[in-house]
């Protein structure tokens, strides 16, 4: 953990200059969608008063945890309020890779109620920001990491309206490729070139599936990158590997899709 701050922290600049007086929060948000409770967390700087882009981020397959919670906080900044959504529930929190791959398998096979999550989610993301006037709520995005990538892109295959959406290192493939006709917002998907998780044939799939819909879409390829390369945790050779400098690429370009978006 002392690690993962210490490397987000040399980010910093790119994304929250001034941040040393920022007065970063991140309050958990109560939910329940059907019998199951959830537990999100809206992250924001409250020393500002202007109205913000308000962005759903979801987390990898680990869900909600402290790690997802700094990275939310750093990306956040000055400019943007925050929503980590909690995909699996309070009720089950990962402890180890193993527990996350089991917890994940069971959503990847049930799309439906992975898009439904992602959608209320949402509204409660919304309804919390906007009580508080603290959004801009004509300005929505969502962005998603690992199985958080299929999250999002599953969320806009269901047809909500948001800005654009971003997939890092995402899991890309659906069982429903024509739902891509509902797809309202901007795609923007950021990815390894050797990553063996979600393989170039997954990319290629994608394409093919935005295509067909007309969607306005950008899919990018770091070379020689592997699968959680914003994730200073990854180091599983060949497999999972953390890169700082496409990270901040990565970032850098998140950035310029929000400036064109919003």
Do not use: W
């Not at 069971?106 to 509204?123: E, F, G, I, S, Y």
């Not at 599936?209 to 945790?233: C, K, M, R, W």
């Amino acid at each position: 953990m002392r690690r993962f701050l210490a490397v987000l922290g040399t980010l910093c600049f790119c994304f929250a200059a001034g941040s040393a007086s920022a007065a970063m929060v991140a309050d958990k948000i109560s939910y329940s969608l059907g019998s199951t409770n959830f537990e999100g967390y809206l992250v924001y700087d409250d020393s500002v008063s202007a109205k913000r882009p308000a962005i759903l981020m979801a987390p990898n397959f680990m869900g909600p945890t402290q790690n997802a919670i700094t990275k939310a906080k750093l990306l956040a900044g000055k400019k943007y309020v925050y929503f980590i959504l909690d995909i699996y529930g309070v009720n089950i929190r990962p402890k180890a890779y193993k527990e996350a791959v089991a917890a994940m398998g069971v959503l990847v096979k049930d799309v439906p109620t992975q898009r439904a999550r992602a959608n209320k989610a949402l509204d409660v993301f919304l309804a919390e920001a906007g009580k508080r006037n603290l959004i801009d709520a004509d300005k929505i995005a969502a962005i998603g990491f690992c199985f958080g990538g299929a999250n999002v892109l599953e969320l806009v295959r269901a047809g909500r309206n948001v800005r654009g959406i971003v997939s890092f290192h995402g899991t890309l493939k659906t069982p429903n490729p024509a739902d891509a006709k509902n797809i309202k917002a901007k795609v923007l998907v950021l990815h390894g070139a050797v990553d063996p998780v979600v393989p170039k044939a997954d990319r290629d799939a994608l394409e093919s599936e935005l295509t067909a819909a007309g969607v306005d879409y950008q899919i990018v390829a770091f070379s020689d990158t592997y699968h959680s390369f914003t994730n200073p945790e990854a180091k599983a050779a060949k497999q999972s590997i953390y890169d700082a400098k496409v990270t901040r690429r990565a970032y850098a370009m998140m950035e310029d899709f929000f400036a064109e978006i919003f």
